[in-house]
């Protein structure tokens, strides 16, 4: 039940553009996005509920494929400070529900 | 608002022994939810509380436990310790946003058992 992430690692150049997929084989309810660095706690991102609209958080925005199971996150222009490990958390209720982590994407930002 | 805050951060045990580790989460936040981290298999949930209740448990051996008090700060127990119980684990409480929860992690606790 865990969610597949895709790609399992990814380097960009200051500026490029990167996209990660979730996806699951569970109906969801609603998907959460987090970053972490290295040596640090998971920093949530965004959440997108299941009928919810796009997010977006400065550059970084995120949609959610109700039909497919899937959500994928936006990064455009990157940033250095982007680099870290994207993961993605999904539900599928809004109460008592185990909450499922994706396998992570390794995002390198280099100049 | 003080972040999640998550009580010792390193700690070394022996095999056999138990643990109890502690977490405060943000002001007003209900929910406090438990993970096992570890390399091999990435994040894991072990169990959520909510208003003192465990309100979902993940697929973890009954080793692990926890409670939550009444002002919403939680305690983890694992007994009978093993090697394989080395791990990150992260403390997460939840506000509540509309119909959903955001969620915000503590520090962790760096758990090693020699």
């Known amino acids: 039940q865990q969610p597949v992430q895709s790609p399992q690692a990814v380097i960009l150049r200051e500026g490029e553009d990167a996209v990660i997929n979730c996806s699951s084989s569970?109906?969801?309810?609603?998907v959460h996005w987090y970053r972490q660095k290295h040596g640090e706690a998971p920093v949530f991102l965004m959440i997108l509920l299941k009928g919810g609209e796009q997010k977006g958080h400065e550059k970084i925005s995120a949609s959610f494929n109700e039909k497919k199971q899937q959500s994928s996150l936006y990064l455009t222009a990157s940033q250095l400070s982007y680099s870290g490990t994207y993961f993605c958390g999904t539900e599928t209720g809004n109460t008592g529900n185990q909450f499922y982590f994706g396998t992570g994407t390794s995002l390198t930002v280099i100049p | 608002k003080a972040g999640v805050t998550q009580t010792p951060r390193y700690l070394i045990k022996t095999r056999g022994q138990q643990v109890t580790l502690s977490c405060s989460p943000i002001s007003g936040h209900r929910s406090v939810s438990w993970y096992q981290q570890t390399p091999g298999q990435g994040l894991q949930f072990l169990f959520e509380y909510f208003s003192e209740t465990q309100r979902n448990k993940g697929n973890f051996p009954g080793r692990f436990s926890g409670r939550q008090f009444s002002n919403s700060r939680s305690e983890m127990n694992v007994s009978t310790l093993e090697l394989g119980d080395s791990a990150l684990y992260l403390c997460?409480?939840?506000?509540?946003?509309?119909?959903?929860?955001?969620?915000?992690f503590g520090p962790g606790t760096r758990l090693t058992v020699t």
């Open positions: 569970k109906a969801l309810y609603s």
């Open positions: 997460a409480s939840r506000s509540w946003t509309g119909d959903a929860y955001e969620q915000y």
